[in-house]
């Protein structure tokens, strides 16, 4: 159950809901499509990604813990290198949380349905694993680039 085959390579995908989304918004086949298609470049091995909704006080602890960051965001992605047992085979790892409260808010601010806010922080949480990143604009606007289109066709 999940797992989707690139060539001989697999994704397991696990999508935890530790937060309030209602059933409604609880499209797990969507955003294992989204994540398939935003980790396409790191299908070089197998891939094993959780996806963790949670709230504000849920994400700002990992942000505090792990990041040293002391206030609430949308979406955290973790590229955990090593397999916490050894599998015999090279996997990659990663953790992305999403904040549902966030999504919610920001759908209402950016003119979004809250799904598709959702899938965007998933994608771009993907994105991010498979090596894209966004700490100048430039690279920001190819991002949110790849996650619009990543979008529009999961939701086609």
């Known amino acids: 159950m999940g797992e989707k085959t690139y ?7 696990h999508i935890f809901y530790k937060t309030d989304v209602p059933k409604y918004l609880r499209r797990t086949g969507l955003f294992k499509a989204a994540l398939q298609k935003g980790l396409k470049h790191f299908a070089r091995q197998n891939i094993e990604v959780n996806v963790i909704f949670v709230d504000e006080k ?10 040293d960051h002391h206030y609430v965001t949308d979406v955290i992605s973790f590229n955990n290198e090593k397999p916490p047992f050894d599998t015999g085979e090279p996997w990659g790892f990663g953790d992305i949380f999403v904040c549902y409260p966030v999504a919610r808010k920001n759908a209402k601010l950016f003119g979004h ?21 966004d700490h100048d604009p430039k690279d920001r606007a ?12 999961v939701l086609d």
Do not use: C
């Not at 899938?119 to 991010?128: D, E, F, K, P, R």
């Not at 190819?142 to 066709?153: C, G, L, N, P, V």
């Open 7 to 13: 060539g001989e390579n697999q994704m397991i995908a």
């Open 113 to 133: 349905t809250i799904l598709q806010e959702m899938l965007m922080y998933v994608t771009h949480g993907a994105l991010h694993l498979s090596g894209m990143d």
């Open 58 to 67: 849920e994400i700002r602890r990992v942000n505090v813990e792990f990041l």
């Open 142 to 153: 190819e991002m949110d680039r790849q996650a619009e289109k990543i979008i529009a066709s």
